[in-house]
């Protein structure tokens, strides 16, 4: 009740402070009377903003209107040092911009542009030597610039204004058919829509059969329940799903609308101090189907010293033969293939050719697609069918075999009975869209809805751990985090003419891979630091920008804890000094490549938007790059939270992924991986969920 009165009090000051929000965009992202489809509208883009936050959560609405409410117009060039009189500076200027909004409405554009500017450079001047609540603007101003920039070059004037392309016509035919423009339901799609179920029609086990539950759709979840299937025909299969069933012909378009729809807390969820990005999907398939495609079996230097020796490390030995297998059991299914050179952008040969200049050699990436035509909107979901996720493999063979699939089922909880270390897993508690609670019941369980998703469903059915004041439930928790370069060039480059990853530089000593990669317009917009007329200068040269991402297995390790957020519970994570070390490093690397294939100019996502102009520059532009730099740091693989591991007192899961102290569940999903693994992380999940297949049905 007081959420919704707290969300319907944000709502009205959000409705008050439209005619602040459409001036504000115009400033943020800069005129260009010269291209009018590209000169901003403001009220067009509130409106398109409006639009997406319907499509979201109350939360994500709640967060967005709590970023507008304390954003500051003005703070001052100095701040004191005093630590009461920055206490009071900090409760100052909220109440303060309040004020100057009103003042903000009736200025020329001119006088909204300057206030602005202003804004920016003093937070990027002070953010390279503060660190306080104060500062913590920079943040603030950051997510409501990445929502009106991205809302913005979501807009189909946007796009036309930039030249971009929704598909490029092949001498072959995607899945879809041949009407790229308006593209067919795929059979598998077809299925699917036609043998879905609801949480009423799957609620009651019936007897003379083994029900496995499985709940999560993804990577993990339709992986594992395929091979149940395989190894038990005659077993009934129940997989829950909390996000919705979307077929490929009525995926969206844009990536905002994509991110609003089908993704966590519609693309945003944050640690708690708001400086790393957590991307996972939330929908039927999971992150199969918004991923980049990317299908990486870790091999060599990879699988040896990146996975054997550092589980081993850990503590955790499965039998390495057999996990590798269960790579190769997904290969073919999967149709993994490297990429067609043909539906390569043309940034991405330049980018080859820049890394081959400085010494290093880029490998094409191998692909779970068929048939792809490189729209280059991966991320939105792949409308034509050529993504070979499991909405197009596994799920659609599942329930051709009579498995029951549930698309908008929420789980709150797991059934448990029993006391502490000496559970049994009997069912779970979920609620459908209409809000009506159900007991799925169920002989197995398997739990694999994703790193944040399974540790807040365990936290939520009251287990920590197996051993009593021992907590083992969201430890370990990490990722592979990455962070884009851009280069400016010269010459065309038409990054967005193609499939989004195509090439990746392998540095497994440093457990880094820098992928070429390149997204949709509002992509750029969320990952771009410019603003004003720097940020339009940048769109008019759209397609001549090059991308290039840094990501590495972090050494990190964070935790998954109970808050009073609106979700209950917060990721509680930073990066280490070793890891900005390495990041620093692909960072320079790709600068490095990117002035060697004749940029002209390169960036960070540094919240001061500077640039460095010569490969001269690189070692002082990324000599202190650093949590204060406030640069981006993203990842949409999350892992760990609920670890592998022998001894219940270090680990979630035993080494055949049965949960420690509790009868009959398992976890196949991301959260039990013990340390990342620094390449893309799809085959990995479905490797582990094929391994432990055979435990839960033996």
Known sequence: MVERLIAAVLWLYWRANRGFLERFAVALIGRNPGNVLLDPDGRAV????????????????????????????????????????????GLFLPVWSQVLRIVFCFRSAAGRARVVDTLFVRLGEQAAAEE????????????????????????????????????????????????LADPQRTPAS???????????????KPAGSTTYLVIGSGAGGATAAYF???????????????????????????????????????GFTLSADEKTTFVQGRVVGGGTLLNNSVAWKPEGVWWDDVVVK??????????????DASYDAMLDLLNVRPVNPVVMPPMAQTLKDGFAAIGQTATTVKCNILDCIGCGRCNAGCRFGAKQSMNETTLPRLVAAGALLVPDAHVTGLMLDGEPGAQRCRGAYARDATGTDFQVEADRIVLAAGAFASTKILRRSGFSGALPGVRTVGKRFSGNMGTPVFGEFA??????RGIQVGYAIEMPRERMVIETAFGPPSSLGMEAPQWGPDFMGLLDRYNDVAVAVPVIGANAYGSINADLSSSGYTISYALDDDDWYRLTLGMKAAGQAMFAAGARRVCSTRFDA???????????????????????????????????????????????????????????????????????LQMTVMALAHYAAKSIVA
């Open 46 to 89: 509130v409106r398109e903003l409006d639009r997406l936050l319907k499509m979201m959560t109350r939360a994500v609405f709640v967060q967005a209107a709590l970023s507008v409410l304390v954003m500051p117009l003005w703070v001052p060039r100095k701040l004191p040092y005093s630590p009461l009189a920055r206490l009071l500076l």
């Open 132 to 179: 306080d609540q104060l500062i913590k603007n920079i943040i603030v101003i950051g997510a409501v610039k990445t929502l009106l920039s991205g809302a913005y070059l979501d807009l189909d004037r946007t796009w036309n204004g930039l030249d971009y392309q929704r598909f490029q016509q092949r001498s072959w035919t995607p899945p879809s058919g041949p009407d």
């Open 190 to 204: 077809t299925l699917l829509m036609q043998r879905r179920r609801t949480l009423a029609e799957v609620a009651r």
């Open 228 to 266: 149940i299937q395989q190894a038990d025909p005659s077993a009934r299969i129940v997989i829950l799903e909390t996000g919705p069933l979307v077929p490929n012909d009525a995926l969206p378009d844009k990536l905002m609308e994509s991110a609003a729809s089908l993704y966590m807390n519609g």
């Open 310 to 323: 550092r589980w081993e490390r850990f503590g955790v030995t499965l039998d390495w033969a057999r996990l």
């Open 491 to 496: 010459t065309r480059q038409y990054g967005a």
């Open 610 to 680: 500077t640039w460095a102009n010569s490969p001269a520059e690189l070692d002082a532009y990324f000599g202190a790059v650093g949590p204060l730099q406030y640069l981006k740091i993203t990842t949409a693989h999350l892992q760990g939270g609920n670890v592998l591991h022998p001894d219940p007192a270090q680990g979630v899961v035993d080494l055949d992924m049965r949960v420690h102290g509790i009868d009959k569940l398992w976890i196949a999903d991301a959260s039990i991986i013990p340390s990342p693994i620094t390449v893309n």
